[in-house]
């Protein structure tokens, strides 16, 4: 919001983008993926399929916030000028982008075939 209210909007919606928005639809499409195979759901598999190499794509690059967090927190000593603190939020956020890491990984897109096949009979 101070992003914001500083007229620096672009750089606003990229860290929104970056650290929410991403997070949240990761979450959602494995939430999605996970429905899909309880309810032997048998349409659509392929694109449920490429759902889900785009989650496991883009859970590479989550941890990146992560480290510019970090580094901005080392390398900014400026006193008054500008202060860096992470706070208790960076932890959250980093045990959300691990285990949607380690979801996406976990997961197996073969058991989206495998419903499919068991749904047609």
Known sequence: MELMNG???PLALLIFTASVAVPVLK?????????SIRLR????????TRLYRIIEFIGRWSMI???VAAL???LVTLGRV????PGV????????VVAT???????DPRLMWDAAEISDG
């Open 72 to 74: 901005l927190t080392a």
């Open 89 to 96: 939020g960076i932890l959250a956020f980093g045990g959300v």
């Open 65 to 67: 916030d992560i480290f």
């Open 101 to 107: 890491m380690f979801a996406a990984e976990s997961f």
């Open 7 to 9: 007229e620096d909007w």
């Open 82 to 85: 500008a202060t860096v603190e």
């Open 27 to 35: 979450l959602l499409g494995l939430t999605w993926l996970l429905i």
């Open 41 to 48: 759901l048998r349409g659509r598999v392929q694109d449920r």
